[in-house]
T-cell receptor, first 112, second 111 residues
């Protein structure tokens, strides 16, 4: 199993551009989440999903959209990038049977 | 809203000493409390977790205690080693897939 994969690893955007961060898992996990990590602020939940077709907002959802059309994929869309969205983004998944979240390697995003 | 406070933000110990990191949470319905270790440039990795029906859990040199009444939980690392140096995060959850993290503690273990 590849586990949780994220692409791209690094991305630079200009203010106002849009893009999609990809996240996929091959462990048949029902639950998937997106976090952003900023220095001194830990990880903050952006959006999460409890299964295909079901998503909900986390602590900091503004400026981001998600969808969950399949169990495997959970893309995060930035609609109009802003410098405040410069961060490291982590995707995570967890199975039905327990609460442990497995994290992807992260995407480092810089918005100029 | 849901909130998790973590202290201290930095901790420096001598190799062989113990280290303790403390967290408090605001949502009394939280029922799952994991601790993650993150090395520089890497993803967070789960090191230990505890559920609300348990007061203490131990795994070799690492232990976690939970006080539901006071809404706080702590990570204890004994016989620290240089490879324990990292950033440690606590988290709390009442809903699967939804972790609320503390701000992190940078642990430095001096040889």
């Amino acid at each position: 199993n590849a586990g949780v994969t994220q692409t791209p690893k690094f991305q630079v955007l200009k203010t106002g551009q849009s893009m999609t961060l990809q996240c996929a898992q091959d462990m048949n996990h029902e639950y998937m989440s997106w976090y952003r990590q900023d220095p001194g602020m830990g990880l903050r939940l952006i959006h999460y999903s409890v299964g295909a077709g079901i998503t909900d907002q986390g602590e900091v959802p503004n400026g981001y959209n998600v969808s969950r059309s399949t169990t495997e994929d959970f893309p995060l869309r930035l609609l109009s990038a802003a410098p405040s969205q410069t961060s490291v983004y982590f995707c995570a998944s967890s199975p039905v049977g327990n609460n442990e979240q497995f994290f992807g390697p992260g995407t480092r995003l810089t918005v100029l | 809203g849901e909130n998790v406070e973590q202290h201290p933000s930095t901790l420096s110990v001598q190799e062989g000493d113990s280290a303790v990191i403390k967290c408090t949470y605001s949502d009394s319905a939280s029922n799952y409390f994991p601790w993650y270790k993150q090395e520089l440039g890497k993803r967070p990795q789960l090191i230990i977790d505890i559920r609300s029906n348990v007061g203490e859990k131990k795994d070799q040199r690492i232990a976690v205690t939970l006080n539901k009444t006071a809404k706080h939980f702590s990570l204890h690392i004994t016989e620290t080693q240089p490879e324990d140096s990292a950033v440690y995060f606590c988290a709390a959850s009442r809903t699967k897939g939804k972790l609320i993290f503390g701000q992190g503690t940078t642990l430095q273990v001096k040889p």
